[in-house]
C-alpha cells in the first residue's frame, strides 16, 4: 500500500529553528508537497519539490531524498504564526496526491 | 486574490437527510477536488472533476455524489447522510496544465450527522 508517514505534534521554542520529516512509499513519484494549514482554516501551499536537494524560501526550506523515499520542511526564526499543521502530499504515478495526516507544531515563547 | 469558497462552515444534519455542500472557485480552474479531513487521517480524496459535466470517484466515493454543471461549481452531495460522515469537508480547485498542480482550498464546511 502507500503510505505517508510523519510525526503527529513537535514542539519549538519561537526564535528557534525545526525540522518535520516526511518519509513515503508510494508506486511511483511525480513530486512531493508542503501545506500549511492554521486551525479552522485552509490548507495553503508552501512548497513543491520534484527533484534532488533544497528548495529554500525565505524562512522555510524543503528538501527531498528520492533514493530514501524521505524529505523535510526546515523552519528557521521560528514565529508564533508559525504554530499551525503542517501537510506532506506525494502524488504518486498515476498524478494522484497521497496525503500524510499531518504534523501538528506548537511555538512557545 | 484567488478564492475558493464553501457554503457552509458548519452544519448539523440527522440522520437520513440530504445534504448539500457546494463549492465555487473565482480563479476559472478546470479541475476541483472534494476532500474529507479526519483526526489521525490524511485528507482523502471523495471525488474530483477535470471538467463541466465530468466526474471521477476518488479513494472513498461511496455515500456520496457530485455534480458540476458550470466550471465553477463543484457540489458534494450526500444522499441519505449517516454519523459516519461527520467529518470536516475540503474543497479544492487547480489548474489543469501547471507544473506543480497546485491545490487551492476552501476553508472547510464542518458537518456534523445526529
Known amino acids: 500500500g502507500q503510505n505517508i508517514d510523519q510525526p503527529t505534534e513537535m514542539t519549538a521554542t519561537e526564535g528557534a529553528i525545526v525540522q518535520i520529516n516526511c518519509t513515503y512509499q508510494?508506486?511511483?513519484?511525480?513530486?512531493l508537497f508542503w501545506y500549511q494549514q492554521h486551525a479552522g482554516e485552509a490548507p495553503t501551499f508552501l512548497s513543491y519539490?520534484?527533484l534532488d536537494g533544497l528548495e529554500e524560501k525565505g524562512r522555510f526550506s524543503s528538501f527531498l531524498s528520492r533514493s530514501k523515499g524521505y524529505s523535510y520542511l526546515l523552519l528557521k526564526e521560528l514565529q508564533m504564526k508559525d504554530s499551525a499543521s503542517y501537510l506532506c502530499?506525494?502524488?504518486?504515478?498515476?498524478?494522484?496526491?497521497?496525503w500524510g495526516a499531518g504534523t501538528k507544531l506548537i511555538i512557545k515563547p | 486574490d484567488v478564492k475558493v469558497t464553501q457554503s457552509s462552515r458548519y452544519l448539523v444534519k440527522r440522520t437520513g437527510e440530504k445534504v448539500f455542500l457546494e463549492c465555487v472557485q473565482d480563479m476559472d480552474h478546470e479541475n476541483m477536488f472534494w476532500y474529507r479531513q479526519d483526526p489521525g487521517l490524511g485528507l482523502r480524496l471523495i471525488y474530483f472533476s477535470y471538467d463541466v459535466k465530468m466526474k471521477e470517484k476518488g479513494d472513498i466515493p461511496e455515500g456520496y455524489s457530485v455534480s458540476r454543471e458550470k466550471k465553477e461549481r463543484f457540489s458534494l452531495i450526500l444522499e441519505s447522510a449517516s454519523t459516519n460522515q461527520t467529518s470536516m469537508y475540503l474543497c479544492?480547485?487547480?489548474?489543469?496544465?501547471?507544473?506543480?498542480?497546485?491545490?487551492?482550498f476552501g476553508e472547510g464546511s464542518r458537518l456534523t450527522v445526529l
Open positions: 502530499a506525494v502524488k504518486d504515478s498515476n498524478y494522484q496526491l497521497i
Open positions: 479544492a480547485s487547480s489548474l489543469a496544465d501547471t507544473h506543480t498542480g497546485e491545490l487551492f
Open positions: 508510494t508506486s511511483g513519484f511525480n513530486g
Open positions: 519539490n520534484v
